[in-house]
């Protein structure tokens, strides 16, 4: 940067380092991809070179689809997450619109028991959860799930949205009360639709951390029918020192690209709506 | 009745049975956050009591088991796998969170720049942090492997190794591997968070601090960083936490192994519970990780406090 060369130092500060940076966050995902579209014979053959494809197949695709549970597991994936996130949505954008603007009391105690759930690790309580699925009968089923991933959706969300009713002024509300709607009608007509993008990001969050949780997913199902793809893809597709490396990576490539379409999409949206959650929260 | 607005409280009074109750500021408050207080009461708070009931007991899959007091505790702090497993633990949370630091403030830097394609390569660089761990996790496990190890390959081809390291087989090098692919995970968090606090700095302070002179280091140390500091240490606080408690990248990688070398706090926990049966022994080992948690939690419950004008 001394060399006052503008052109030099650009290359040398910004785009030299940010084509590091890419190599290394999306190699991998390019190595997936290059392993999914490589027949067996090349893939497991040491003299070609592994950098590319020189006969691209969709065996491994193929496989997925033939011989092992996939579409099972993302009709299974599909549904949770789907539900878990409306759950998460009906019961947490209220919460958190009573915790931005209602005064009732315990409301900051309430406040901070959420939020401390929020950050309380799926990690430490799965052991227990087994049983508590079990007393209510939803053992080894794709419903104990449904059930539970609200347990951190919830919270995430109503914290997310609390930090987001507070953004929006309380004028038009109050507003609409003095022209005789109720406190419930003022949120329901007025303040949820102003929060609309603050919504849809608490809706794609839920939304990618149910698709991709794993273990409660690994711990509280086990037929092979009723898990989702994270699940499926790695119990199956590896047994005990065996690898499918096609369709493992074949897996691993069609489990991410929901998610990644649904990003690529509201990128801009997410980065909002950490900034109303994280930093205003 | 005249054509005029009716005062609020006139029609509160005429909607007594069901408005009254709508439109009751404290009863409303109640109504919104019960089922959420519920929820959270009977599937966070009572799996904690449960789990905190096995903790002091010996229950297996097979028995239901008797009280033994602290006796679990006790003997893990004895045990040299779950010493071990402590150890590693914190290696790998001080690891990964020091490579997501540098790694995610470096990329928000430059993803602050403007370039052509910038949507694209945010979209991009986000991309380990979406999509399933575990799944991007094999691909790692693939370019790890000690056959066809994509890394290696290219260690050997161009004449840099004669032979590539042995990544998951070496425990030193496994506890490195863990630690780079937790690393390759939450960077694009930490960018895109601090990416989002930057870009909420106005530019008039640039300004500013460049018509009093300072250079672009001093601008870094004594505009960007102070402010971005708040988003940076929230970052922070959920990386640590995250990390500290996670299961599926060394599930993914090594389950634990060579040797117990990269055994984390989680996937002990799931070892000796449920795979091997020791629900006891299982639910006190995820039981201590609760200290760490709560100083983690405590602080960021502070320094929310602070911030935020209620």
Redesign the interface.
């Known amino acids: ?1 001394i060399s006052g060369n503008p052109r030099m130092e650009r290359w040398l500060f ?2 030299l ?2 084509a590091f ?2 190599f ?3 190699g ?2 390019y ?2 991809l290059i ?1 999914a579209l490589k027949p067996d014979g090349e ?2 053959d ?1 003299a070609s070179n ?2 590319y494809v020189a006969t691209p197949s969709l065996e491994h695709f193929r496989y997925l689809f033939e011989h092992t549970a996939f579409v099972t597991w993302t009709k299974n994936t599909m549904m949770v997450a789907t539900l878990s996130t409306i759950i998460a949505l009906v ?2 954008v ?2 958190g ?3 931005a603007r ?4 315990g ?2 105690f ?1 406040g ?6 929020y ?14 699925m079990a007393q209510l009968h939803l053992d080894d089923s794709i419903w104990a799930l449904v ?2 991933y ?2 951190f959706l ?2 995430f969300v ?1 914290w997310l949205m609390s930090g987001y009713f507070r953004t929006i002024p309380t004028e038009l509300e109050d507003c609409a ?4 709607m ?4 003022a949120m329901w007509k007025i303040a949820i639709p102003l929060a609309r993008p603050g919504i849809l990001s608490a809706g794609i969050f839920a939304f ?1 951390l149910s ?2 949780e ?2 409660y997913a ?2 509280l199902v086990t037929a092979s029918s009723e898990r989702t ?2 699940v499926g ?2 119990v199956q597709l590896t047994r005990a020192d065996f ?1 499918f ?1 096609g369709p ?2 074949a ?2 490539l069609l ?2 690209v929901p ?2 379409i649904v ?2 999409f509201f ?2 949206q ?3 709506g ?2 109303a959650g ?4 | 009745m005249s054509g005029t607005t009716i005062p609020a409280v006139a029609l509160r009074r005429r909607r007594r049975d069901l408005g009254y109750w709508l439109d009751h500021e404290r009863a409303l408050g109640y109504m919104l956050v019960a089922p959420v207080v519920l929820l959270l009461l009977g599937l966070v708070a009572y799996p904690f009591m449960v789990a905190i009931g096995y903790a002091l007991s010996n229950r297996t899959l097979a028995d239901a088991g008797e009280f033994v007091g602290l006796d679990n505790f006790i003997d893990l702090f004895d045990d040299d796998i779950y010493l071990q497993t402590l150890r590693n633990t914190f290696v790998f949370t001080a690891g990964s969170v020091s490579l997501r630091l540098v790694f995610g403030v470096g990329l928000a830097l430059l993803l602050n720049e403007s370039f052509r394609f910038s949507r694209l390569i945010r979209a991009a660089v986000l991309l380990p942090w979406i999509v399933p761990t575990v799944l991007g996790t094999m691909a790692w496990l693939w370019m790890f492997n000690p056959n066809f190890s994509v890394i290696n390959w290219v260690l050997v081809h161009s004449g840099l190794m004669t032979e590539g390291p042995n990544w998951l087989t070496d425990p030193d090098l496994a506890l490195f591997c863990v630690i780079l692919v937790n690393a390759w995970r939450g960077t694009p968090f930490m960018a895109i968070t601090v990416l989002a606090g930057l870009q909420s700095i106005p530019q008039d302070l640039y300004d500013a601090s460049a018509i009093d002179g300072a250079g672009k280091f001093q601008r870094f140390f004594y505009v960007t960083l102070p402010l971005v500091m708040p988003v940076l240490l929230t970052a922070l606080v959920l990386s640590i936490i995250w990390t500290f408690s996670d299961f599926g990248i060394v599930y993914g990688l090594t389950k634990g192994g060579p040797m117990n070398a990269t055994h984390v706090l989680a996937t002990l926990s799931y070892q000796a519970g449920l795979a091997a049966g020791n629900i006891g022994e299982g639910a006190a080992i995820s039981l201590t990780m609760l200290p760490m948690l709560l100083v983690l939690i405590i602080w960021q419950l502070r320094r929310i406090r602070r911030s935020t004008v209620l």
């Not at chain 1, 209602?102 to 009391?105: E, N």
């Not at chain 1, 950050?119 to 508590?132: G, Q």
């Not at chain 1, 109720?182 to 009608?185: A, D, E, P, S």
């Open positions: 940067m910004v785009y380092p940010l940076a890419l290394f966050l999306v991998p995902f190595w997936m392993t893939l497991y040491g592994p950098l019961m947490g209220p919460a619109y009573a915790l209602l005064r009732f009391v409301s900051e309430i901070t028991a959420i939020f401390v759930t950050l309380v690790p799926t990690s430490l309580l799965f052991i227990p959860m087994v049983e508590v059930v539970v609200p347990t919830v919270p109503t009360r003095i022209d005789g109720t406190r419930l009608g990618t698709w991709n794993f273990i690994l711990t793809i994270p893809v790695i690898y490396w493992l990576m897996g691993a489990g991410s998610v990644a990003y690529s990128v801009d997410y980065a909002s950490l900034t994280a930093v205003k929260g």
